[in-house]
């Protein structure tokens, strides 16, 4: 899976983190997850059964979230146009927007509050959204950020 251009994935971060909150650091976590995760979607998506979308968002915490989602649905419904109890996993394999959108979501359950600095978002990532499990390191994190993530992160 190739996402093409992916200029609009600043314009979707900005919308789902003005629905669901988290300001300018909850902002630059999106942009900069999808950048670690996928360049930006600049990366081919060469697997089939893991690692949905824009943000690779796994199978089993994508129904956890979609559960713990339900507090927001109507939120999301209103300002999103976005039923989430209609969204299945791979919806988000081929729709950048409903990728960030868990990926925010994810975040949202996360007991601790987003770091300010970008290397606190590199550890932040690894520990939560990576975790353990995932070859990703917070050095990785900050490189791709470098890399694909302009300085204009701001719209």
Known sequence: MNYGNT???YQEAKKVVDCLGGGDKAYRLLIETASAETA???IRDKTVFAGMGICQFDKKPFYLIKK???KYRTKILQELGVDVNLVEWEHLRYNSFLSLLWCRLYYLFVPK???NTLEGRAKYWKKYYN???GDGTPEH???M???YVSDATAV
């Open 113 to 115: 509050p987003i770091p």
């Open 68 to 70: 713990r989602a339900k």
């Open 7 to 9: 200029d609009f994935i």
């Open 145 to 147: 950020v470098k890399r």
């Open 131 to 133: 975790t353990y499990l």
């Open 141 to 143: 994190y900050i490189s």
């Open 40 to 42: 930006l979607g600049h």
